[in-house]
């Protein structure tokens, strides 16, 4: 049996023995580019190396790989065959006969350049080794395929790990001046990507690279080619498959076409990041439908949306309100708040809605614009008189009940002290407990449950806001009322927050208690599952309008509970990625990897740190052959290049990633709520 066939002489019937690697310089070699002289050493050499080793375990996921340690142990133990060595010497020899000749020894496997399976970064290569080195470099690259990551990845291509055919790429070692990288996607890229991971080629290098991906993407498809480049000559050492991150389009984009509104729907990812129950949809139908406001609002696909909506006439009993934002929000405050008392603990469905509409209303059909318009004067002044003023630091710090929130969060996360601890929860959920920590009326609120209070000691504190020194700039005429006027709004602006949770969870309240009368109707297997039913047919069995039965009411818990599930995979894109809407909301911009998006917890990643699945991956680097051990929703790398393998392994698996995203893991704190879009390059925190 011959172990090592020259490139120069292969016949078809050894394409299946030369692994991936070699048929790809093959393939170069036909397209007429410029490759090193190579042989291969075919997989019978594994095979015979593998033969009298122990089995391996039908390998489904990382978990059972322990077994793979001793088949490598067994493999690298193993004696050479007896005629492989003069082969092998011989090989070499037809190469570069030299005694100072240097090699280098590549993977080759069977998994590695289809278009179903590029395999990047995941099998060993050793580059400059001297020849006498060359026999042990083959048994570390040979046994680098039962390596963990190697098998993990097998088994997600659906082949099983006794099947896996391992051969060697052997040709001299090329030093040259500079390597790199180069894809071309005609379908999806205007121009060749070009990437150098070492050194930088000369412009003809880099020419004759970007032609040959442009000649061979013509005649094979979409490629991606390695490179060495000595001063202005050029040598491909691979071809393989490749795909562009191209963008894609959200799948529930189309629904948002709306000639009613004036601009745009926007995500209102700042406020409500995650995707909606099927009562806080219907919550924002309804008010969308009866409340007169500047906007309106829509959930699509699971997410909450607005646009404005253009002028408006003033709600009824806009009048009755004072002129002001902040004596409007009090007048508002003091009339919902006798409303509560007389509703109630045991107040109805129908009543708590029509509260709820009452408030909201004038809240953001009034008070809100009015605060807005506060603000709007005060720059507006500022612009006309050439004032150096900033408006946001001339808000800054206002006293307000937001100030009051931060201050009290940060007491709990300064103390040490259990008992001291203990009291400052207390003091938060009497004023602040029917707050919840997102705004969705399925979610409990702190007083109900206040685990996220207690979380809040696992992070440092931060600032505590304060009624800090305003700054003196010079005011133009009239400037100091305005000022005051938009100091006074932006404290309603924030402060308005607690009256909505209030009647929010009034309407929670009332909720839950048609939960339990299903529950005892024996519609319900949970109270709490009343909040995955549409609010509409919620609303018409309380008024004995609708009946329901126990498979429409099982059957529309279990579709609605499994939404976000597919909601979350599915988000939209990054609202004004391109205007740097990332950079102010915190996070990290760096180059699209992968294309895709996905919301996930955020994990920074650590040696011997297990990921959760489902999670947003955050790492200064990721070494390729980590990845096909971890199951997280999309990565974020702080190095790497487009055409990396960490990118190349991404795009496979279909995972949305960021890659070259300087300083990631110190703009994300372990457990961050962070949507990754890979389209636009970019991480952002969504909420606290």
Sequence with gaps: MSFCVSLARARAEDEPRIGGKARSLLRLAAGGLPVPRAFAVTSDLYAALRAGGPPLPAIEDAATLAAAFDAAAALTAAPWPASFVAELRAALAGLDPASQARFSVRSSASLEDRADALGAGLFLSRIDVAAADVPAAIREVLAAALAPAALAYAARRGLPARELAMAVLIHPFVPGDAAGTAAFDGAAMAEPLVEAARGAPSPPARAFVVEAARTLAARTGAVELEWVATGDSVLFVQFRPYCAAARRTWSHAAALADETTTSA??????????PLS????????????????????????????????????????????AASSPEALRALTHAADARLAALGPSASLEDT?????AVYEPLYGVIQPAASAAREALAAALTAHGSGASVADLLREVPSVAAERSRRAATIAATTD??????????????????????????????????????????????TPGDAA???????PGGRALLDAARAAAAVAEDDDALYARVQTCVRRALLAEGRRLQAANLLARAEDVFWL???????????????????????????????AAALADPPPVPGARAGWGARTGGARGRSGASGRAIGRAHIHAPDAAVPP???????????????LLAPAAIVVETGGVLGHVAAQARERGLPAVVDAA??????????????????????????
């Design 470 to 476: 305003r700054p003196a700039p010079a005011l133009p």
């Design 418 to 463: 259990p008992g001291e601890r203990d009291a400052a929860i207390a003091a938060y959920l009497a004023r602040f407990g029917d707050e919840a920590p997102v705004w969705d009326v399925a979610a409990p609120t702190y007083a109900e449950d206040p685990a996220p209070l207690h979380r809040l000691v696992e992070r440092p504190p931060g600032p």
């Design 663 to 688: 300083g990631a893991t110190t703009a994300f704190r372990a457990g961050d709520l962070v949507l990754v879009d890979g389209d636009a390059g970019v991480a952002v925190r969504l909420g606290d």
């Design 278 to 321: 099927a009562a806080q949809a219907g919550l924002v139908a309804l008010v969308d439908e009866r409340c007169r406001t500047a906007f309106r609002q829509r959930v699509v696909g699971g997410y909450l949306f607005f646009a404005p909506a253009g002028a408006i006439s003033p709600p009824d009993g806009a009048t009755s309100l």
């Design 534 to 564: 549409p609010l509409a047919s919620v609303r018409r069995n309380a008024r004995e309008e609708e009946p329901l039965t126990l498979p429409a009411v099982t059957h529309a818990v279990a579709t609605a509970r499994q939404a976000p």
């Design 614 to 628: 489902g999670a947003i991956l955050i790492a200064r680097t990721l070494l390729p052959t980590e990845l096909p």
């Design 265 to 274: 729907w926007t995500w209102d990812a700042a406020h409500n990041p995650l």
């Design 353 to 357: 809605l029509d509260l709820f509409l």
